[in-house]
């Protein structure tokens, strides 16, 4: 930082970056997927707004959640959503979500030397109707994984779900085996435990909590007839099948 | 072979203040098999006859999805349509990124009017060999607009191009009316019975010819369609149900006879020009 | 621009001057006549700034507030500039932040109004356009390390939905029922949403103007960089008003029982 000395040479330059706060999160199961995020936009100590999604939906079967820089957040998503445009353009059908997966990567990476300041979690379905999750960096690394949290509020929820889904530091009892996959109903009640305990936590997280829930083809509602609210996004009952649901957060 | 003393440049005017070029551009178009719009006050929709090289062969590409609110149906140079529906592709997709608005159906017209304008003025160019019936809806309801290399583009309440397309015209004439009003599935059946009329004589509209291109809410027949109704194309199975609600022709003729002023035959309406028939284009 | 006075107004090549009508050898090389020319010039700080911007929604429309002020340092350097201004029918934009890239902004929105208006199709962009369109110059130009310095506040009505939303020089954007830029984000913000927050569809226009005197006569208690003349501009089905100048009401009265500052001894 320039100290206003004249000793020595400064530089002085402009800082395009900031950091909006917010947390993000996604769990896979069997034959669903869950991606959810915090709806507080926060600089420093402001809340700017108590309503600014974090969570977008990107055809029936993806569901992009991007944390950071708001503005260079919400840019990603419009050129995704672009790209994923010119694809339907050309093929007639939606890309498949690992295709997405590599298409951000590449979107990531062209931007390496100035690069998108935004954590991104991609959540949906595969081809072979199985429920993913892929996390990235800002540069485009990324892997596959059943569950990854992001953004300020990481620190505390990762570890909350590397216990509750991965079972890690959990001690079975003798005989007995850890399942390989959670329920449904079992994955939204750590969703909203994670949010609510780092909303205690973490003052950039809270507001309001936005949960998509994206059901492969020719599953059930089941472990969501219960959920209190949840709205369908998709049209077609017969393909993979996105549903929303919006919980209020503390706003304090 | 005839030739004609002020066809080899299309930037020459004919001493009769013709630029023949641009006249061979808009034959092209006719030698495309034909399309049909039409609008009510809650839809636009296009109707077009694909053709195929063959019994092994698939059938062409008619119409063309720009953006949720517009698509397009063609007649004429099918390579030439890749390239100016993905300009329009482009200017769609700048409109949302720019102003987050869905660009309004005539700008969009009127963008590639303006580029088929260019190429009947600027020295070695050749004008675009493809027509184009425009549909979409926006803020100022549903629209059906032409497209012609002429660099021409108006707008119509019913409107067809390409090869025998005068006999469908004269019946969107004779009905055109009461499309403003009409249900959907009404306006479908007018277009089908339209799209009928540029039909050679052994040949009949089927699920595997007809394409139905529609802007507007949906069909009692439709399922899964956005509430807004975005434009979708209609293909194979989902047409059936639209191509059995026509009136068959000798009954829908029976009818028009009664009427007083019954209307020439529909052939009969076609002028008879070499670049006006049904034939194939070497793609 | 070209640093040497004795350039100035003249023909910049002897390609329009072949009968040498002015004394070229007494001019600099004209190849390398500006040192700063082969620079880039960016903004790195704001020069004449305007302070804090408040909005809120209420039940007929959106109201703007901002003072005249145009600083410069710390000196109250233009005290009648307008901060608000109007953007087609049925939009409204004010600016914190450096006065001249407004002013730039002001050209540009003014150019695409007129662009928009010649397309004379029924179609107009509205506040939400105007948004989306600032954003993209405001991201496009903080991604070319050459910002425009401001924080903006779009407010607007059209077709019945009201509309409010900020964008700053990182692009950064957010919408809400009340909004304050710089520092009325920290002063005016709290008063505003415990004044609106729940009250947006009942508040009348009386109400939310009184709400706003009050928020921006404590931002001239408080901030030095404010001045006690401000416009009000307003949005609702009858289109845009700015209002003319206004006076904030103050009573400084108090200030003479305060000890502790200043030249007091006591």
């Known amino acids: 930082m320039p100290d206003g000395s004249y000793a020595h040479p400064q530089q002085r330059q402009f800082n395009p970056y900031t950091e909006n706060g917010g947390t993000i999160l996604a769990i896979a199961g069997a034959d669903f997927t869950v991606i959810a995020g915090d709806t507080r936009q926060s600089e420093g100590y402001s809340i700017q707004t108590r309503y600014a999604p974090k969570v977008f939906r990107l055809t029936d079967r993806a569901v992009l959640a991007v944390n950071g820089f708001a503005a260079d957040g919400n840019m990603f998503v419009k050129k995704v959503k672009q790209r994923l ?6 093929h007639a059908k939606d890309m498949p979500l690992r295709a997405i997966a590599r298409l951000i990567q590449t979107m990531l990476y062209a931007q390496r030397f100035f690069p998108y300041y935004v954590y991104n979690i991609l959540g949906g379905i595969e081809e072979d109707g199985s ?45 007995q085996t850890r399942p390989l996959h959670l329920s449904l109903s079992d994955v939204l009640s750590i969703v909203i435990d ?3 305990s780092a909303t205690e936590r973490h003052i950039e997280v809270g507001d309001g909590l936005e949960i998509y829930v994206v059901l492969a083809k020719g599953r059930g509602p089941q472990g969501l007839e219960a959920v209190r609210g949840a709205q369908e996004l998709t049209t077609n009952a017969e393909g993979d099948r996105v549903f929303i649901v919006r919980r209020e957060l503390k706003k304090d | 072979m005839y030739r004609n003393t002020y066809d080899s440049d299309n930037t020459v005017f004919s001493p009769q203040g013709r630029l023949h070029q641009v006249e061979y551009a808009l034959e092209a178009v006719k030698q495309g098999s034909a399309a049909v ?15 195929s090289t063959g019994e092994l062969a698939s059938y062409q590409q008619k119409m063309y999805r720009i953006d949720d609110h517009v698509g397009i149906a063609i007649a004429g140079l099918t390579s030439d349509a890749r390239v100016l529906s993905n300009f329009m592709r482009q200017q769609a997709m700048s409109s949302r990124m720019v102003f987050n608005r869905p660009i309004p159906v005539n700008r969009l017209v009127s963008s590639i ?19 184009f019936l425009v549909i979409g809806q926006d803020k100022t309801g549903p629209h059906l607009y032409e497209f012609a290399p002429s660099g021409n583009s108006y707008e119509y309440y019913a409107m067809s191009i390409g090869a025998r397309s005068q006999s469908a015209k004269t019946y969107l004439e004779k009905h055109f009316e009461s499309f403003a009003d009409c249900t959907l599935e009404d306006l479908i059946r007018h277009g089908l019975h339209a799209l009928r009329e540029s039909l050679q004589q052994d040949k009949e509209l089927t699920i595997n010819n007809t394409s139905i291109g529609i802007a507007g809410p949906a069909s009692v027949h439709e399922k899964d369609v956005p509430a807004g109704g975005s434009f979708r194309i209609l293909e194979g199975e989902p047409v059936e149900v639209f191509l059995k609600s026509m009136v068959p022709k000798e009954t829908a003729e029976a009818q028009a006879a009664e009427a007083p002023a019954a209307e020439a035959p529909p052939d009969g309406a076609a002028p008879a020009q070499a670049g ?3 034939v194939s284009m070497a793609e | 621009m070209d640093h040497f006075p004795t350039s100035w107004g003249r023909p910049r090549t002897e390609a329009y001057d072949a009968y040498n009508t002015f004394p070229l050898h007494q001019r600099p090389n004209p190849g390398h006549k500006d040192a700063f020319a082969e620079g880039v010039q960016r903004t790195q700080q704001p020069i004449v700034t305007g302070t804090s911007v408040l909005g809120i929604l209420y039940k007929d429309g959106i109201m703007l507030v901002a003072d005249t002020l145009a600083s410069y340092g710390s000196l109250a350097r233009f005290k009648s500039i307008q901060r608000l201004h109007p953007v087609g029918s049925s939009t409204v934009i004010g600016a914190s932040g450096d006065m001249s890239d407004f002013q730039y902004l002001q050209t540009l929105l003014e150019e695409l109004i007129i662009e928009e208006f010649a397309e004379a199709d029924k179609h107009e962009l509205g506040p939400a356009e105007i948004h989306e369109y600032l954003s993209r110059i405001m991201y496009g130009r903080r991604s070319k390390m050459n910002p425009l310095w401001n924080s903006l506040l779009v407010a607007g009505k059209k077709d019945g939905k009201r509309f409010l939303a900020y964008v700053d020089l990182l692009g950064t954007t957010y919408s809400a029922s009340t909004i304050a830029t710089g520092y009325g984000a920290y002063i005016a913000l709290p008063l505003l949403r415990t004044a609106v927050e729940g009250k947006e569809d009942t508040l009348t226009e009386e109400e939310a103007r009184k709400i706003l005197e009050d928020a921006m006569r404590v931002l001239f208690y408080r901030d030095a960089r404010s001045l006690d003349k401000y416009q009000i501009a307003i949005v609702n089905d009858e289109g845009v008003t700015i209002s003319e100048p206004k006076k904030i009401e103050t009573e400084w009265g108090f200030a003479e029982g305060i000890r502790g500052y200043g030249a007091q001894i006591q």
């Open chain 2, 37 to 51: 719009g039409l609008r009510s006050k809650t839809h636009a929709i296009l109707l077009a006859l694909k053709r």
């Open chain 2, 113 to 131: 009017a303006d580029k088929a304008q260019v190429n009947t003025q600027e020295y070695g160019r050749r004008p675009y060999g493809v027509g």
């Open chain 1, 85 to 90: 445009e010119w694809y339907r353009h050309a």
């Open chain 1, 131 to 175: 429920g993913a999750v892929y996390s990235f960096d800002p540069v485009g690394s990324y892997e596959r994984e059943a569950c990854r949290a992001a953004g300020a509020a990481q620190s505390l929820v990762q570890p909350f779900l590397d216990n509750q889904i991965y079972f890690k530091n959990q001690q079975l009892p003798p005989g």
């Open chain 2, 276 to 278: 006006d028939q049904d």
């Open chain 1, 194 to 196: 994670s949010f609510t």
